[in-house]
């Protein structure tokens, strides 16, 4: 009976607009509304374009918005969560449903440089593009000559078996190669999540 009172309190502090019941809620329940978001985003090529950091923060945003105005009555964490994950996976369908509109058609991303792609973010300056820029310069010189070669041709849309054609080797074992490549070059620049 406790936790429901908790529950409700932090509720009503949240339309109240209370930020630390915000952060609470988010502290809460953010793992979960990941791991949703990323079953959601099943799609390999809508996963290039967002991922569940986005999904979360996104609908997390839009829920405090309606919480403020009074539009859910919720009297259970489990009525929060089934709220929160319907939610997710509208905003998944909708971004899907846009990146495949003719002119966003995810497919087209294939022969796109990272450097070159419009990413998504509500509140991006210029220094903040800038910097991402930067890093993934920084990212892509650390790779060696063969790990750049695998990185141009997945950036340029190839499969594994293709890869494995052109530079010799097995699909596999590339694979792994730049899974590897990856996993250093996020740990030398700090990206490295602690398990």
Request: hydrophobic share 40%.
């Amino acid at each position: 009976m406790s936790e429901t009172n908790d529950f409700q309190s932090m509720i009503k502090r949240v339309r109240a607009g209370d930020a630390k019941a915000a952060a609470e809620l988010v502290q809460q329940y953010e793992s979960e509304l990941r791991i949703i978001a990323r079953v959601k985003l099943n799609d390999p090529r809508l996963r290039r374009v967002f991922d569940s950091m986005d999904i979360c923060q996104s609908i997390l945003a839009n829920f405090f918005v309606r919480s403020t105005s009074g539009q859910f009555e919720l009297e259970t964490p489990e009525q929060l969560m089934k709220l929160l994950a319907t939610m997710i996976r509208n905003k998944v369908t909708d971004h899907a449903r846009k990146q495949t509109a003719g002119r966003r058609d995810m497919g087209r991303l294939a022969n796109v440089q990272i450097e070159d792609m419009q990413l998504m973010g509500l509140d991006e300056t210029p220094s903040q593009i800038v910097s991402a820029r930067e890093l993934a310069r920084e990212a892509k010189e650390r790779f060696s000559a063969d790990e750049q070669q695998i990185v141009e041709r997945r950036t340029n849309g190839l499969g594994w078996d293709e890869i494995a054609e052109e530079i010799g080797g097995s699909p596999e074992a590339l694979r792994k190669k730049l899974t590897r490549a990856v996993d250093r070059v996020a740990k030398e620049l700090g990206f490295d999540a602690p398990q």
